[in-house]
């Protein structure tokens, strides 16, 4: 079935530094790509997408590329900061657009 | 205000004690979804709904029914809820027929079987 591989599942970074979180896909026809970010104890929320029409996209810290050839796509946060700590969770649209194929997460650990 | 909203927020059972856990929309979205998130596995789907009277399976569906019969409402119906039904439960709405566009997160029900 389709799938969503997602690296690290934790990563610890010092204030400032960047943060890369990657994903691969399996579906070749997957068209969206979205990121959600959970705090703890809180609902995920959106915080960037792109779709296949696109390469980059990025809104102030943080930005998402997407290979399709490779079917990767990766989340990279700048200048990272406490706030950042959170669950950060990668997904692939099915061809139908009937379901999102999550990654099983990545904790990441903002320390100052 | 534009809010999901689930409840009960927290509930403990015992095995065979049959439960509903309700969703509701106030934004007059088409898509409605349930997904359950257990440590290490993610978001799993596990029903949607892309319109009124319109629901079907996703990937975990055993054990568990969903309706719609009015836009705004998706409740889940767990008919005899066993212990590896224990988890935290996720209801997701989006404005267009599909998960193409941001989903919206209802703030969880944590769910205890005994």
């Known amino acids: 079935g389709e799938n969503v591989e997602q690296h690290p599942s934790t990563l610890s970074v010092q204030e400032g530094d960047s943060a890369v979180i990657k994903c691969t896909y399996s579906?070749?026809?997957?068209?969206?790509f979205p990121w959600y970010k959970q705090e703890l104890g809180k609902r995920p929320q959106l915080i960037i997408d792109?779709?296949?029409?696109?390469g980059e996209k990025k809104d102030q810290r943080i930005a998402v590329t997407l290979n399709k050839t490779a079917k990767h796509f990766s989340l990279h946060i700048t200048e990272t900061q406490p706030e950042d700590s959170a669950v950060y969770f990668c997904a692939s649209a099915n061809q139908a657009g009937t379901a999102l194929i999550f990654g099983k997460g990545t904790t990441l650990s903002v320390s100052s | 205000e534009a809010q999901v909203t689930q409840n009960p927020r927290y509930l403990i059972t015992v095995t065979g004690k049959k439960l509903t856990v309700t969703c509701s929309q106030n934004m007059n979205h088409e898509y409605m979804s349930w997904y359950r998130q257990d440590p290490g596995l993610g978001l799993r789907q596990i029903y949607y709904?892309?319109?009124?009277?319109?629901?079907d399976k996703g990937d975990v569906p055993e054990g568990y029914k969903v309706s719609r019969k009015e836009k705004r409402n998706f409740p889940l119906i767990l008919e005899s809820p066993s212990p590896n039904q224990t988890s935290l439960y996720f209801c997701a709405t989006s404005s267009l027929a599909g998960v193409d566009n941001e989903q919206f997160f209802g703030p969880g029900t944590r769910l205890t079987v005994l």
């Open positions: 792109i779709r296949s029409n696109v």
């Open positions: 579906d070749s026809a997957s068209n969206y």
């Open positions: 709904s892309m319109n009124v009277e319109v629901t």
